[in-house]
Nanobody, 124 residues
Framework: QVQLAESGGGLVQTGGSLRLSCAAS????????MGWFRQAPGKEREFVAS????????YYTDSVKDRFTISRGNAKNTVYLQMNSLKPEDTAVYYC?????????????????WGQGTQVTVSS
């Protein structure tokens, strides 16, 4: 089992920044690929970014490329999502997820463990 806990969400104005963190406990964190997903009201949960177990490979959905950066600190069992130049359409609950197999995936059903989510609200 892996337990995931997100933090760092909040209210920010358009153009602002937030840094989300996801702390993992349980099984060996360094063996898991990690992903960030988000879900806006009335919409499906969608892929945002993912990172390989080693941290050497990262992937992003087109709408966040050049604005968001995913990273991980395996020594701290934590994955981060740095979000810059935030837009109102980034408003959503953000979830981190862990996948026991590599490589990382953009498909939510391929992730084995999920956190409870953290709310990000971007005001216009």
């Amino acid at each position: 089992q892996v337990q995931l806990a997100e933090s760092g969400g909040g209210l920010v104005q358009t153009g602002g920044s937030l840094r989300l963190s996801c702390a993992a406990s349980g099984r060996t964190f360094g063996n898991f690929a990690m992903g960030w997903f988000r879900q806006a009201p009335g919409k499906e949960r969608e892929f945002v970014a993912s990172i390989s177990a080693s941290g050497r490979s990262t992937y992003y959905t087109d709408s966040v490329k050049d604005r968001f950066t995913i990273s991980r600190g395996n020594a701290k069992n934590t994955v981060y999502l740095q979000m810059n130049s935030l837009k109102p359409e980034d408003t959503a609950v953000y979830y981190c997820a862990a996948r026991a197999l590599t490589p990382p995936s953009n498909l939510r059903y391929e992730y084995d463990y999920w956190g409870q989510g953290t709310q990000v609200t971007v005001s216009s």
